[in-house]
């Protein structure tokens, strides 16, 4: 009997033992999780202030990261859009650290650290169904670019088959990559053509509970 009243209390011991470790664990990777979203939501508030002062320099309009809806039940977020007297340009920014290497037909790209490759999505694709969302939503024709860029966590950049009408960039050559590509267009747009743009995309910004909420159950599938 005595055995089995040992044997209880170190079972019911190690259960407990047990127990805390996952808690601890659990608290943890919580605030290893919060940490990364605090990280990027940093580098996309700095990289967007950075558009945002573009913007003003060259006298376009920027409009910030919205989560967008239309036809009832699409729902999606973009990071920021530039509407300039040349191009639509889609925004999308990343915070992720080491070497970034893909190919931009591919599904996943690679993340490297070190010897050690980690996949991650590929944001060509995830901002393609943007600019598709964009544009059904819209109905607006004109010249779209899609800018992805990354924060300078990102220590290089690497992508084969890029479509020309996509650049992937580091948050260093935000300036630069923004100055070529209004030198390298024409001129198509007048302000009037630009802020009747401007008011076609806010028209669809999502500001009901039920808009956001289902894009908030898309975005923890791994969806955007």
């Given at each position: 009997m005595a055995e089995y009243i040992l044997g209880m209390t170190f079972g019911g011991l190690a259960l407990l033992i047990g127990a805390i470790f996952l808690i601890i664990y659990e608290v943890k990777n919580r605030s290893f999780r919060k940490m990364i979203q605090r990280i990027g939501q940093r580098a996309e508030d700095q990289i967007n202030g950075d558009i945002k002062l573009w913007a003003k320099q060259t006298k376009n309009s920027f409009i910030p990261s919205n989560v967008y809806s239309y036809d009832n039940n699409k729902v999606f977020e973009v990071d920021s859009i530039l509407v300039t007297d040349r191009a639509l340009i889609v925004i999308e920014i990343k915070s992720i650290?080491?070497?970034i290497k893909g190919d931009a037909n591919r599904t996943n790209w690679s993340k490297i650290l070190g010897n050690q490759h980690f996949e991650i999505?590929?944001?060509?694709?995830?901002?393609?169904?943007?600019?598709?969302?964009?544009?059904?939503?819209?109905?607006?024709?004109?010249p779209t670019i899609s800018l992805i860029v990354y924060s300078d966590r990102a220590e290089y950049i690497e992508v084969e088959n890029k479509p020309s009408h996509v650049m992937v960039i580091r948050h260093a050559r935000l300036f630069e990559t923004l100055d070529t590509i209004n030198e390298a267009l024409p001129v198509r747009l007048d302000t009037d053509k630009k802020q009747t743009i401007v008011n076609a995309i806010k028209a669809y910004r999502a500001n009901d509970r039920k808009s956001l909420n289902l894009h908030k159950n898309i975005t923890q599938k791994g969806h955007k």
């Open positions: 650290n080491g070497g999505g590929n944001p060509i694709i995830q901002n393609e169904r943007h600019i598709e969302h964009i544009i059904k939503m819209t109905r607006i024709k004109v």
